[in-house]
Nanobody, 128 residues
Framework: QVQLQESGGDSVQSGGSLRLSCAAS????????MGWVRQAPGKEREGVAAINSDGWASYADSVKDRFTISQDNAIHTLYLQMNSLKPEDTAMYYCAADDVTDSRSRCYVDGIYAYNYWGQGTQVTVSS
C-alpha cells in the first residue's frame, strides 16, 4: 500500500524560505508522476509543481522561478523548495503520486488532481 507523508510546513515571514518533504513508502512502480497541490481556506486547489521519474518538471505560473521540485529516488522522497515566499502562498500543501506507463511521460500541474495517491498535507503560513 502506497503511503505519502509530508513534512516541513511552518510559519515564516514574507520573503523567507521553506523546504517541504514527501516520504513515499510502499511504492514499487518505477515510472511515475509526483507533485504538490495546495489549498487555501475558501479557495480552490491549485497544482503547484509536478515531476516525472526522469526528472522533467512543470510549475504553476504563480510559483515559477520561486519554487523548485526535486526528488531523491534513493530514499523515495519528493521535495519542494520554496523561496521568496509571499502571504498568498499560505495554504495546506499536499503531496500526490500516480503510476505512468513510460518514465518519459511529462507530468503537468493540471494533471495532479487525478493522481491516485495522496498525503495528509502540511501547513505553510506566510505572514507579511
Amino acid at each position: 500500500q502506497v503511503q505519502l507523508q509530508e513534512s516541513g510546513g511552518d510559519s515564516v515571514q514574507s520573503g523567507g524560505s521553506l523546504r517541504l518533504s514527501c516520504a513515499a513508502s510502499g511504492y514499487t512502480h518505477s515510472s511515475y508522476c509526483m507533485g504538490w497541490v495546495r489549498q487555501a481556506p475558501g479557495k480552490e486547489r491549485e497544482g503547484v509543481a509536478a515531476i516525472n521519474s526522469d526528472g522533467w518538471a512543470s510549475y504553476a505560473d504563480s510559483v515559477k522561478d520561486r519554487f523548485t521540485i526535486s526528488q531523491d529516488n534513493a530514499i523515495h522522497t519528493l521535495y519542494l523548495q520554496m523561496n521568496s515566499l509571499k502571504p498568498e502562498d499560505t495554504a495546506m500543501y499536499y503531496c500526490a503520486a500516480d503510476d505512468v506507463t513510460d518514465s518519459r511521460s511529462r507530468c503537468y500541474v493540471d494533471g495532479i488532481y487525478a493522481y491516485n495517491y495522496w498525503g495528509q498535507g502540511t501547513q505553510v503560513t506566510v505572514s507579511s
